[in-house]
């Protein structure tokens, strides 16, 4: 697998878009850590943080898709950077009102979520047109998955670094620029401004139409309130165990943890439907979120936080491929806008009840919500089984417009099971 990773990385433009993409979504994955951090710097409450963050999610939640199908209608440079640039605004505006003006900073929380450039789906609409062939895409999916931890494990550290170095609001501010500077670098490649959405069918559900997709949308919802509930009480373990520091450290560990899982599952191919496979791996990722509860020393913890980000990557990449599987045509971006979408709706629902939890019963109670939200993803997969396994239209091969050769468009092709 690590020479698959290193041929698909040598294709023209490969890695541009892949670390463009990384760098332009870490404004979208330190938000919640980040906000945690510059409302407790300000002296608000757990339940605020909780709130803004909430906010910023369940904004961004309602955004993605939005500009998911403005990009397959419209293309990538025309949505991409705007909406880059106006999200910046949102938190820089946030950064400097800080928690004395509620209303402000929640309405410039809800500005920088809402117009987070979907660059996760696009990147993944891109790839057929980059790579061309079905197991290359498959490839980078997992590769995809596996890049992502490595963000998860940098993003905490990154931010907790510039608090120490200058202070919660710089972090805000640096992460905001670093993130319109990483979608410049995507929209101005050659297959950003090329690729096309192929033609799709028009109805005002778009990609919700496919209930293979709904189903699968269903359990990452509560695998996102897992998540997000690990991060406020990681917020409140921290600051009865050495503070800032060893919060960055645990949230690392949850990135660090799901690259190693990652690694060790795309190094093999995989046989079997990978919607039973999808079942496995969130039955183990919810027994991973039980041992937090124990809540031991810092060094301890951090490697209880590793252990329950283990199946979290592999997760995403066999969840790729049923994405891939159930999409509509000409919904791609939309579709994987989606997972996208209600991770991070999840991930705000996690933030909202953990703060108040935390608040009752310290952060050992905090712990157990990611547990039962563990259980309650499985459980929904085990309900949609028969859905999950009709098997929908994928994208994985790119075709070119007659008219025009370097025009890079959706394909439409049915998937294999290579994740």
Known sequence: MAAGYLEILRA???????????????????????VVLFVRAEGGTYSLAGALAAVYGV??????PLLGRLVDLYGQPRVQLP????SAFGMGVFAFVGTDRPALACAAMAVAGLFTPPLEGGLRALWPSVLRKEEQVH???AMDAVAQEVMFTVGPLLVTLCVSLWSAQAALLILSVIGVLGALSVVVSPPSRAWRSAPREAHWLGALRSPGLVALLGAFL???????????????????????AVYGWL??????????????????????APERRLRVLVALLAVCYVPLMLVPGPVAMTALTTLAGVFLAPCIACAFVLVDRHAPTGTVTEAFSWLVTTFTVGASVGTGIAGPVVEWGGAARGFAVPGVAGVAALVVLLATGRVLAATGRGAVVAVSSENDPNRAVEPRFSSGDRA
């Open 59 to 64: 904004a961004n939640a309602v955004g993605q």
């Open 83 to 86: 909406a880059a640039l106006v």
């Open 139 to 141: 490839t980078a999916y």
């Open 222 to 244: 509560f695998i996102g309130m897992a998540l997000g509930s690990i991060t406020v009480a990681a917020v409140s373990y921290a600051d009865g165990h050495g503070g800032d």
């Open 251 to 272: 949230m690392a560990g949850i990135g660090l943890g799901a690259l190693l899982g990652g690694v060790v599952y795309g190094a093999r191919r995989w046989g079997g």
């Open 12 to 34: 023209r433009h490969a890695a541009r878009l892949l670390v463009g993409t990384l760098v332009g979504r870490l404004p979208n994955a330190t938000a919640a850590i980040a």
